[in-house]
C-alpha cells in the first residue's frame, strides 16, 4: 500500500516558507508547500505600500567572501547558487518590492521546489497525523506541519470608532488625496512614518500618534524600530513645519456626519490634558499579527505578545502542540523587537537551524560537526576564524551560537548555529562552550554618536566586557556551575584577529576551562 502521507507540509510561499523547501528539497524529503496565492512572495506584492523596502542591499563590499557579503545582503535566500542572490536583482539600497517579488518566484522555479498555488489552508486538525485542508476540499496528511505563512492579519489596537478608519493595508499612497487635509497616522513604526513622509508635500498636518516614544534603529539596534530611510518627518516636527508626534493613547475615534474626525488623545505628558482633535483623515499603521483562525482545538498553538506570535520552544516547535513547528517571521516571539528573527536576513538562518533540528531529530542526520583537538590554542584558532566571517552569529546576534562540545578524549565537536538556549542533542549535558555575537548590556541606552560617553579602548581587552557594540561572547557552560563568561573586546571594522589583544586572551580562557573539566 502507498503511504501519501508527507513528511512536511508547509504552508506559505513567502521567503520562509521557500528557504524551508530549499533545504528539505535538497535533503530529498517528502513535502509540499500550500501557498494561498498564484505565486511565491505574495505579501511583498502589497507591502510595503510605499514599495520601498528597509532591508538593504549593499552590493559593492569590497570583500570576496560570499559568507561576509551575506552581512550586507539583507534579502538573498541561502542556497548554493550564487546565481540566486538578490544582489544580481537590484542596484539599489534599498530595493524596489517588486524585484523581491520577481527575485522570489525565480528562486521557487529555479530549485524547483514542489509548490501547490491557490491553495488557500482552511483548516488544520489532528486526527492521528496532521491533517491540512485546503478551501476547495483538497486534503493532505503530513507527520509534520511547518507554518511559514507570516504575519497575515492586521494588528488592530481596542479603540472605539478604530473601524471606521482607513487601515494601512487600503489606504490611498497617492499624495494627492490628501491635499491640504488633516491626518493623523496612528502607529510609531516604519509603515507609520513611510506612509508620513509619503504626504509631507501635499498634507496640510500630519499627526503620528502612539503611546510610545519613538525608537530608533541606529540606537536600539533592532532594524524593526524606525529606520533614517523613513524618519524625514522628524525632522519637519522639530523644525516646527505643522507636523507633529503625539505621545500619548488615542481613546475615541468619532467619525463626523461630513466625513471628518474627532480623535480623542490622552496625552502621556502629565502636565496635559485629554484633547479632542480634528482630523479629514486617520490612517492606522499598528502592523501585523499571526493567524491561528485555521487551526482545530486540538491542535491550536498558543501565543505569545498579546496574542500577536505563537509560542514557541527552542526548536521553532509550537509550546503545546508537539510537531508544529514555525518559520520566518512568525518566529519573532524569540527575540522580539531585540533581534532579527522578523526580517529575511534574520530568519534564513533560523530556518536552516530548524531544518537541521528537524533532520537530526526525524531522520537521524547528525548535526554538521568539525573534529577538533582539545586544544586552548586550536580552539581560540577555531573561534576567531568563525567570528571573523560568520553571517549567521552576526545577523542572529544573542540567538544562534556555534557551540564546542569536549568529548573528554582529547578531541572536541565544533558545531555551528544552534539556537543559543536548546537543550539536549547534540550538545550534550557533559558541558559545552557556547560563542555568539552580541551587544553589550545597555547598549539601546548609549547614543552611539555622543563622543563623549565614547566607548571603551578598541585595545583594552581587561575591559571587553564594558563594551557597548557587537562583539564576541564565550560562555563555558557545565552542569551544576556558574556560567563562565569571557568577552572578547569590540573592533570598529568587526576584525577580531590581533594576536594581544583578541586571540591570547581567549586562549588563556580555554586554557583555565578545561584544565578544571574533569575527563
Not at 544580481?88 to 524547483?112: I, T, W
Amino acid at each position: 500500500m502507498v503511504d501519501n502521507t508527507l513528511d512536511y507540509l508547509v504552508i506559505g510561499a513567502g521567503p520562509a516558507g521557500l528557504q524551508l523547501g530549499y533545504f528539505l528539497h535538497k535533503a530529498g524529503r517528502k513535502y509540499l508547500i500550500l501557498e494561498a496565492g498564484p505565486a511565491p512572495g505574495r505579501f511583498f506584492s502589497t507591502f510595503p505600500r510605499h514599495r520601498t523596502l528597509i532591508s538593504i542591499n549593499k552590493k559593492h563590499t569590497g570583500w570576496d567572501d560570499p559568507e561576509l557579503n551575506l552581512r550586507m545582503d539583507w534579502n538573498s535566500l541561502l542556497s548554493d547558487d550564487p546565481g540566486l542572490l538578490f544582489t544580481g536583482y537590484s542596484d539599489r539600497y534599498f530595493p524596489h518590492a517588486d524585484d523581491m517579488v520577481r527575485y522570489l518566484s525565480d528562486f521557487a522555479e529555479k530549485c524547483g521546489l514542489r509548490i501547490a498555488f491557490d491553495s488557500r489552508v482552511a483548516r488544520v486538525d489532528r486526527p492521528s497525523g496532521f491533517r491540512v485542508t485546503v478551501e476547495d476540499g483538497r486534503t493532505y496528511e503530513a507527520r509534520r506541519v511547518v507554518v511559514a505563512a507570516g504575519v497575515t492579519q492586521p494588528n488592530i489596537p481596542p479603540i472605539p470608532g478604530i473601524e471606521t478608519a482607513d487601515p494601512y493595508g487600503t489606504a490611498s499612497t497617492d499624495p494627492a488625496d490628501y491635499l491640504g487635509q488633516r491626518v493623523l497616522v496612528i502607529g510609531k513604526g516604519n509603515s507609520a512614518f513611510e506612509t508620513a513622509d509619503n504626504l509631507i508635500e501635499t498634507a496640510a498636518v500630519i499627526h503620528v500618534a502612539g503611546p510610545h516614544s519613538v525608537r530608533m534603529a541606529w540606537r536600539t539596534h533592532y532594524v524593526g524600530h524606525l529606520r533614517a530611510v523613513n524618519n524625514s518627518l522628524l525632522d519637519t516636527y522639530q523644525l516646527k513645519s505643522q507636523n507633529a508626534l503625539l505621545d500619548g493613547d488615542i481613546r475615541r475615534i468619532e467619525r463626523q456626519p461630513d466625513g471628518t474626525y474627532l480623535v480623542t488623545v490622552a496625552f502621556a505628558r502629565v502636565n496635559e490634558v485629554t484633547k479632542d482633535i480634528p482630523y479629514d483623515r486617520v490612517i492606522v499603521c499598528t502592523g501585523f499579527r499571526f493567524d491561528s483562525s485555521i487551526f482545530a482545538g486540538d491542535c491550536r498553538p498558543d501565543l505569545v505578545i498579546n496574542g500577536r506570535f505563537p509560542a514557541l520552544t527552542p526548536a521553532y516547535e509550537s509550546v503545546n502542540v508537539p510537531g508544529l513547528y514555525f518559520a520566518g517571521t512568525i518566529t519573532q516571539s524569540r527575540d522580539f523587537k531585540r533581534g532579527t528573527s522578523g526580517f529575511i536576513h534574520g530568519f534564513r538562518y533560523g530556518v536552516r537551524a530548524l531544518h537541521r533540528i528537524m533532520e537530526s531529530r526525524h531522520h537521524g542526520v547528525p548535526w554538521p560537526a568539525t573534529e577538533l583537538p582539545a586544544d586552548p590554542a586550536a580552539l581560540a584558532a577555531a573561534v576567531i576564524g568563525r567570528v571573523n566571517r560568520s553571517s549567521a552569529l552576526w545577523q542572529q546576534f544573542g540567538l544562534l551560537a556555534d557551540v564546542i562540545v569536549p568529548d573528554g578524549d582529547g578531541t572536541a565537536r565544533y558545531l555551528e548555529e544552534l539556537p543559543f538556549d536548546l537543550q539536549g542533542p547534540p550538545i550534550g549535558d557533559r558541558g559545552h562552550f557556547a560563542i555568539t555575537l552580541e551587544y553589550g548590556p545597555d547598549h539601546d541606552r548609549i547614543d552611539p554618536f555622543d563622543i563623549e560617553v565614547g566607548r571603551i579602548s578598541q585595545s583594552d581587552s581587561a575591559r571587553a566586557h564594558e563594551g557597548h557594540y557587537l562583539h564576541p561572547v564565550v560562555r563555558h557552560h557545565l552542569p551544576g556551575r556558574p556560567v563562565a563568561v569571557h568577552h572578547v573586546t569590540e573592533n570598529l571594522e568587526n576584525e577580531w584577529d590581533s594576536p594581544e589583544v583578541h586571540v591570547e586572551p581567549l586562549r588563556a580562557f580555554f586554557a583555565a576551562r578545561l584544565a578544571g573539566v574533569p575527563a
